[in-house]
T-cell receptor, first 114, second 114 residues
Framework: EPEVTQTPSHQVTQMGQEVILRCVPISNHLYFYWYRQILGQKVEFLVSFYNNEISEKSEIFDDQFSVERPDGSNFTLKIRSTKLEDSAMYFC????????????FGSGTRLTVV | GEDVEQSLFLSVREGDSSVINCTYTDSSSTYLYWYKQEPGAGLQLLTYIFSNMDMKQDQRLTVLLNKKDKHLSLRIADTQTGDSAIYFCAERNRSGGGADGLTFGKGTHLIIQP
């Protein structure tokens, strides 16, 4: 069964450093998403991406965040200057249609900012 | 704003039925989902229901939707040890169009007793 692949599974970074979280969505999917889950809290929507541009973003997705689809397979989330409160599990997801049947999620990248 | 609430824990005996409950606040929710997360894994879509449906059955899973009370439940028949996981309720509002994000609950930890 096709999978969404995320790398790395765990990343530790110093406060103020830039991090790039990588995702390989399912190959024929057209819609891409990032979500995050701070430990003990809800899974929160960050951003959706379609046709090489951001479709929607939440209040969390401020100027410190950016997304990119640099080639035909990767979808990345960049955090420019990490803060302690950015520590969370970050999930990538993709879907083939706009949203009807839910998404396929990756296993997540656990980001720890120290 | 939108909110989705679930109890944090549910403990059942192996072989019994599990019923996981969820309430949501957004009356314009059009799609409601149940996701399963096993340790170290991503979010796996279990089932979904459109807001114009009251019930959906898929093998051991039964989803009930009470639109008046904004209450969604997931019943797992003949619960097995492999069902042990965190179950997330999520809703989607189609009002804005585009690739809207999901609003998740905090998740219910399903614990199976032998």
């Amino acid at each position: 069964e096709p999978e969404v692949t995320q790398t790395p599974s765990h990343q530790v970074t110093q406060m103020g450093q830039e991090v790039i979280l990588r995702c390989v969505p399912i190959s024929n999917h057209l819609y891409f998403y990032w979500y995050r889950q701070i430990l003990g809290q809800k899974v929160e929507f960050l951003v959706s991406f379609y046709n090489n541009e951001i479709s929607e973003k939440s209040e969390i997705f401020d100027d410190q965040f950016s997304v990119e689809r640099p080639d035909g397979s990767n979808f990345t989330l960049k955090i420019r200057s990490t803060k302690l409160e950015d520590s969370a599990m970050y999930f990538c997801a993709s879907s083939s249609t706009e949203f009807n049947y839910g998404y396929t999620f990756g296993s997540g990248t656990r980001l720890t900012v120290v | 704003g939108e909110d989705v609430e679930q109890s944090l824990f549910l403990s059942v005996r192996e072989g019994d039925s599990s019923v996981i409950n969820c309430t949501y606040t957004d009356s314009s929710s059009t799609y409601l989902y149940w996701y399963k997360q096993e340790p170290g894994a991503g979010l796996q879509l279990l089932t979904y229901i459109f807001s114009n449906m009251d019930m959906k059955q898929d093998q051991r899973l039964t989803v009930l939707l009470n639109k008046k009370d904004k209450h969604l439940s997931l019943r797992i028949a003949d619960t097995q040890t492999g069902d042990s996981a965190i179950y997330f309720c999520a809703e989607r509002n189609r009002s804005g169009g585009g690739a809207d994000g999901l609003t998740f609950g905090k998740g219910t930890h399903l614990i199976i007793q032998p």
